[in-house]
């Protein structure tokens, strides 16, 4: 019974570059969610995805951010034009029922290295 | 004030040793509230609910005080396997489960 799988588990990019971040949820669950943990700060919310929908993204940042969970495949967080603000642990969660009830499960994270 | 705040730590106990951590919340409409743990480099789990009534579950107990906008966990007999990071987590999204912010964690060591 595999869980959550993020990939990469680390990544370090040049600013100006951009990040993709993938993220298979547990097998079954078809609602993903990504946070972001800056240094030194705790996990916060940024998205909620259905298969093809976004639910709610309204702690993503409003520029360079965006996410998506297609059909097929795993949900992708991509940022465009890193900055080093960037850098954080970004965790990608999924569950089997919706964002009203139900437990979330938690990916390793993916660390991303903004130099 | 912060979201979510958390004793800093880190705890370093002995084995059969009873600790407790604390949390305060600066959201009073945040409606549910969890402890998660979390081990070095892992994914955070969810340890339990935390109810108004108070609730037990084996050597854990959490506790609700809404009008401090305070959450307690209680670890008694601890273990060599509690050793992690305690994770507060509230979830400010109104009826959805997914809106939580978590504290930055208490890291506790127990040791033998």
């Known amino acids: 019974n595999a869980g959550v799988m993020q990939n990469p588990r680390h990544l370090v990019r040049r600013r100006g570059q951009e990040a993709r971040l993938r993220c298979s949820p547990v097998k079954g669950h078809s609602h993903v969610y990504w946070y972001r943990q800056l240094p030194e700060e705790g996990l916060k919310f940024m998205v909620y995805l259905q298969k093809e929908n976004i639910i709610d993204e309204s702690g993503m940042p409003k520029e360079r951010f965006s996410a998506e969970f297609p059909k097929e495949g795993p949900s992708i967080l991509r940022i465009q034009q890193v900055v080093r603000g960037d850098s954080a642990a970004y965790f990608c969660?999924?569950?089997?029922?919706?964002?009203?009830?139900?437990?979330?499960?938690f990916g390793e994270g993916s660390r991303l290295t903004v130099l | 004030r912060k979201e979510v705040e958390q004793d800093p730590g880190p705890f370093n106990v002995p084995e059969g040793a009873t600790v407790a951590f604390n949390c305060t919340y600066s959201n009073s409409a945040s409606q549910s509230f969890f402890w998660y743990r979390q081990d070095c480099r892992k994914e955070p789990k969810l340890l339990m609910s935390v109810y108004s009534s108070g609730n037990e579950d084996g050597r854990f107990t959490a506790q609700l005080n809404r009008a401090s906008q305070y959450i307690s966990l209680l670890i008694r007999d601890s273990k060599l396997s509690d050793s992690a990071t305690y994770l507060c987590v509230v979830n400010t999204g109104g009826g959805s489960n997914y809106k939580l912010t978590f504290g930055k964690g208490t890291l506790l060591t127990v040791n033998p």
């Open positions: 969660a999924s569950s089997r029922t919706g964002g009203y009830t139900g437990e979330l499960f």
